[in-house]
């Protein structure tokens, strides 16, 4: 039985919706960041980063939504959801997902959060003026260079497909308009007609 | 036979010591960013990004260092650089690499990258000014939360260590005191004992 310490419309929903691939057990633990949840003792001794997602496991804690999901298409082999015995296939799946944490996230975050990187306000709104730009141009190099279609990967659906849908939902709110990435579009549609994507999305709101 | 596209000083270090340690064949090839190399035709088809580091193997193209390494250690079993037998070990791996990749490095780049995320000078100087803040915070939890001596991971020495030595390089430059961090800096000093990072920093120094 895993553990899912998330908030809803955050990168949590990349790693629920793998559980939900992977028919896993799994419990769901929200964090209500209006409570500053993320800082109680509690979660502290969860996640010391004071932040979600984190996955309690039967051997313990994992942190970072790459490593979270590659766990999980290791721990069910069976939902065949990444290709451990090639290892250049399975690299390629783990560097698409670095880079939507350390670039595309990244950029996307400094619409919310720049007091991450500085303590000025006039810094902060010009964080926010670039976002559109930013996570725009993220958006582009995937939709021209690395979606291969109808999946991340291709014909096979991997963990590379949630995190990208995922990231693919806040590109209204980011102020990218998805027709210019119409095969990132195209992709989150595809996302959204499928039950698991369905199911963890109406479990994030229920609770 | 890989060949590595690195830049003196940046990340690309990691999977240069990694390659080292795992006594693969490699060649070495310099970005020169003064000569803004890494926007060259030639080298955007490599990697689209423009960014190092990159891996070319006889698979094709590998970015994003938790997954060049991942590949590196996974490429040279008999080094044992990862336990891919023990998926939780590894997925504890993955989670540090993708600590550094998406907080810690990105928090090192606001002092020389903050164009990435704002455009107005005020802005990208108190960018700035947070680092030695931002950093400071990444590595001090990096101390007492995660390193667990006398590796990253304990007794094993694996693909984390390299990655944490090389952003640990920047410790003094982006401000933050290494007696603040005692035990990252003894990992620091205790990497620089070993031949193989000996080699690495030699052999990019030499070129």
Redesign the interface.
């Known amino acids: 039985m895993f553990q899912l310490f998330y908030t809803p419309h955050t990168c949590s929903l990349a790693t629920h919706i793998a559980l939900v691939d992977a028919r896993a057990a799994y419990a769901l633990r929200r964090i209500d960041f209006s409570k500053t949840e993320q800082r109680s003792p509690e979660f502290l001794r969860i996640n ?2 004071a932040r979600v997602p984190a996955l309690l ?1 039967p ?2 804690v ?7 999901l ?2 999980v298409a ?2 069910y082999p069976e939902a065949a959801l990444t290709p451990f015995d090639d ?2 296939r ?3 799946i ?2 698409f997902n ?2 939507l ?3 595309v ?3 996307h975050a ?1 619409r919310m959060r720049g007091y ?5 306000a ?2 902060i709104t ?2 926010q ?2 976002v559109p730009e ?1 996570v725009g141009a993220c958006f582009e ?1 995937i939709d ?2 690395i979606l291969r279609g109808p999946w991340v990967m291709g014909d096979a659906y991997t963990i590379a497909d949630p995190y990208l849908f995922t990231l693919a939902q806040w590109l209204e709110a980011d102020g990218v308009d998805p027709s210019l990435v119409p095969r990132v579009a195209e992709h989150r549609e595809r996302m959204l007609s499928r039950e698991s994507v369905k199911h963890a999305l109406a479990e994030e709101m229920a609770i």
């Open positions: 010391p980063k496991t051997r313990g994992l942190t970072e939504t790459p490593a979270m590659a766990f290791h721990s290892p250049f399975f690299a390629e783990q560097a670095s880079y944490c350390s670039t996230h990244v950029a400094h991450r990187w500085a303590d000025d006039g810094a010009a964080m003026k670039k930013s190099l021209r260079h």
